[in-house]
C-alpha cells in the first residue's frame, strides 16, 4: 500500500482502534492502522519474562483479565464474527459459582454467574438489609419502574435511598475498580451495566490476552490493510477543516480523507490535531475532563501450581470496608492507606496455555487504584513528554516500596505465597504513560463520572471532518467490551450504517477463509508484530 491510495488511517492499536480498522477493511476500504509501540494490542497486549536464569518463562496480560458476556451471542464474540473470526477464540468461563471473590476483613462473598443467584447470595449473607437489598437490586437490574432517574444519579445516594449498611455497600461495589469511579461519583448506570455484563458470565480468552489484537491484525492484513508498529503519530494534518493524513515523528506522511485516533482524548485534541482546530467550546471541554484513576500493577512468577489450589475466581482483596475512603485516599494524592487489591491468575483462567505459566508454575497479576500525579512518583513532566525516568532513584525506590506493600497485601490474602516468588515486577502509572501515552496513565480514559458519562462524552464523529475516535473516552466508555463496541460504532459513523444490528442479524463481512490465525504453533505475541 501506497501512502496516496489509502482510505483511512488509524493512529493507535488498541481495541478500539484494531476494531473500527477491521470494520473498515472488510467493507473494502483501504486502512492504514499506525502504531509507536513494538506489538499491537495498547492495554490488550502482553509481555513475557524469563525466571530462574533464564530457565522459566511467565507470561503477564497487561488490561485482559477477564471479560463478561461471552457467550455464543454475547457482545465481544458477536463483535468478532462479524469480521469473520467466529470460533477463532475460544472464551474459558471462570467459575459460575464464584467468578470473584470479594475478601473483607472478617467476611468474604463469592459472586455468582446470574441476577437470581447473586440476589439469593446478597440477601442470604445480609438479612437484615433485605428489603433495601431488593430495592437496591432492582434498580441495578433496570427492572424499577424509576430507572430512568436513578440512572445518572451517584450510586451512593442509591444506598443512601436503600438505607444499605456499610458492608454490604462494600460488597455492591467491590468490584469497582474496574471503573474507578467512587460510589460518590459512580453513576447509577455504570454500576449496572458493569454487573450486568459479568453477571451473564465472566471470561478469559484461551492462549491469553494477545489473542484479541493478534486476531484483528490477521482480519486487517488478510482484507488488505495494514497494521505497523513503531509508527508514532506527531501530527493529524487538517486542512481546510478537513482531516486529510498524519505525520509521524520520523517526519514520514500519509495521507487519506479519513482518520480515526484511538490515541488518548487529551492528546488527541491538544497535541496530534491541536486546539485551533476545534471550537472554544470543545478544547474547554476536553481540558476540564478528569482522567479515570489509573493503577499500579505487580507481577509475580511462583513456583508453585495453583491451577488445582485455587477456585477460578478472581480475588478482591480489602483491607477495610471503607472503599469510598479508599478513593478519596487517591484524590488526596495519596497511596490508601488500607488496601483494595486485583488478584488474578491467568495460569489458573486458561491452565493449559504453557506460555503463560509451565505446570508447577503459576503466573500471578495483582492491581490497586492510585494517585495519577507526577509528582508523588517523584517524575516531572512524563515519559510521553520526553522526560527520562527509570533510572531515577526516588522513582525506583517509591516504585519499589509500593510494589512491596502490594506483595504483603496478597500475603494477607493467600498466605504462604511470598516465599514462592521467583519473578517480581511492577508497573506504575508512570510506565503506563509510557507505553500507551496516557493522560495520567488511565487505561479507562475519562472518569466514568455522573457528569462525564454518556452525551457528556465524545462521540465517535468529530466536528472536524473526517477525523473520528474510538477507544475508552468515548461515550461507549473504556473495557474490553466498551473499546471494541466503540470500535464498531467508530466504523459505524464512518461509513454511516449501523454496523452493530447488522452483525447481531447474522451479517458477516470480508471473507472468513482468508484468515490465517489461529491452530497449533501459531503465536499470538508474533502474529502482532
Ligand atoms: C491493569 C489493567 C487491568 C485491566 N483489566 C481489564 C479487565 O480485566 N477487563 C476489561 O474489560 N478491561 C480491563 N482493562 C481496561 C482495558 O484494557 C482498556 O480500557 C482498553 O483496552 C482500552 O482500549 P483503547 O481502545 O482505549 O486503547 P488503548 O489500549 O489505550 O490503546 C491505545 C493505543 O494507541 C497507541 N498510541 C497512542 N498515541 C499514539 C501515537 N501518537 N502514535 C501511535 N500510536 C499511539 C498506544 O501505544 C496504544 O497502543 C484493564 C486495564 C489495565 C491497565
Redesign the pocket.
Known sequence: MTNSDLDVIV???????LTAAAYLATNGRRTLV????YVA????HVFRRKALHGEQSFEFD??????GDCGPNGMIPTILRGVGLEGKIEFLEMDPDGFDTLMFPDFSFRVPKGWDRYRERLTAAFPDEETGLHRCLDVLQQKAPDFAQWAMRPLSELFDECRLGQKVRAVLVGESG?YAVPPSRAPVILQAGFIDHYLKGAYYPRGGGQVLPAHLVDVIRSNGGEVRMR???ERILVKDGHACGVRLTTGEEFRAPVVIS???LK?TVLE?VSAEHFSPETVARVNEYRMALP?F?VYLGLDIDLRDRLPNSNVWYYDSYDIEGMYRDCDEGRIPADLGLFITLASVKDPDTEAIAAKGYTSMEV?MWVPPDHRLWAVEDGPAAGERYHGKPEYRSFKDQVMETLVDGVERAIPGIKEHIIWKEAATPIT?EK????TAGT???IEMATDQVGPMRPSPKTEIEGLYL???STMFG??????MRGGVGCASAVLDRDLMSDVESGQVFGDPSKLEGGGPGWDPWEASR
Request: aromatic share 6%; hydrophobic share 35%.
Open positions: 493512529v493507535g492499536s488498541g481495541l478500539g482502534g499506525l502504531e509507536q509501540h494490542g495498547g492495554n490488550s497487561v488490561g485482559v483479565h477477564y471479560i474496574a509508527a508514532k503519530t484511538n490515541a488518548d492528546r496530534l493503577i500493577c492491581m503506563q507505553y500507551t501515552l496516557s487505561s479507562y480514559g474510538a477507544g475508552a473504556h473495557g474490553i467490551v466498551g473499546s
